[in-house]
């Protein structure tokens, strides 16, 4: 087997790397893939969700866990479960170049959550600009959209000069993300017909395309 790595990243903190990693772990494991996720951010925020969830399930349901893997010894773990595993997500940390480097470097695809307002975006640059080096592609995912919401003309025109690796698929700034990390779960668990099950789940099909 030669599973697909898909690497989160984003060398802005705050843009919600943890949150997309955890349910697209979950998504990518109800849709039958064998999962594997590695968390190199120093917060270990994925860890701990990760963590809460074993306790409080018995099993996971969201593939194998590793974590606190620093620098070459991250390319041997994301080649070695993917030998084994049909998705590796990486959840790399910001404001490290060198860690972000090895995780984009063994990638297939960089997906970079950004939030909808320029400064958000003009703080993703790094990261594309590290993912072009590598030669990696990109798919770019509005994250924490309000609903309804209209984009100021200053965000559509940031956002359509980085329209060829905008994702089709948005996620909402919807409590239900949050919630059901607080309790070891993800969206399609707590509420599987809920509007963020279905985002999540867009997502992950739109990745699948990427990766194929």
């Known amino acids: 087997m030669s599973g697909k790595v898909v690497a989160v990243a984003q060398q802005k903190g705050g843009a919600g790397k943890t949150t997309v990693v ?3 772990a979950v998504v990518f494991t109800e849709a039958g893939k064998s ?13 701990q969700w990760y963590r809460m969830r074993e306790a409080r399930r018995g099993e996971t349901g969201a593939g194998v866990l590793a974590s606190s893997i620093e620098g070459w010894r991250t390319r041997n773990e994301v080649r070695r479960l993917a030998e084994s595993h049909d998705i ?7 404001h490290a170049e060198s860690e972000a480097r090895i995780a984009i470097r063994a990638a297939d695809l ?3 959550p950004v939030q909808p307002s320029p400064m958000d975006v003009w703080a993703t640059k790094p990261t594309l600009q590290l993912a072009e080096r590598e030669k ?3 798919l770019i995912v509005l994250n924490r959209v309000p609903p ?3 984009l100021t003309e200053a965000m559509i025109a940031e956002v359509q000069s980085l329209e060829e690796h905008l994702a089709d698929s948005r996620l ?7 919630a059901a990390l607080a309790e070891g779960h993800a969206v399609t668990e707590r509420e599987p017909s809920g509007r ?8 992950m099909q739109e990745i699948q395309r990427r990766l194929h």
Do not use: T
């Open 22 to 24: 955890a349910h697209l």
């Open 196 to 203: 963020a099950s279905e985002e999540i789940r867009a997502l």
């Open 148 to 150: 309804r919401a209209k």
């Open 110 to 112: 960089v997906v970079v």
């Open 35 to 47: 999962v594997a996720v590695i968390d190199i951010d120093p917060q270990q925020s994925l860890s």
């Open 136 to 138: 990696v592609p990109v």
């Open 88 to 94: 590796v997500l990486v959840d790399s940390p910001p």
């Open 172 to 178: 909402g700034n919807r409590v239900a993300f949050a």
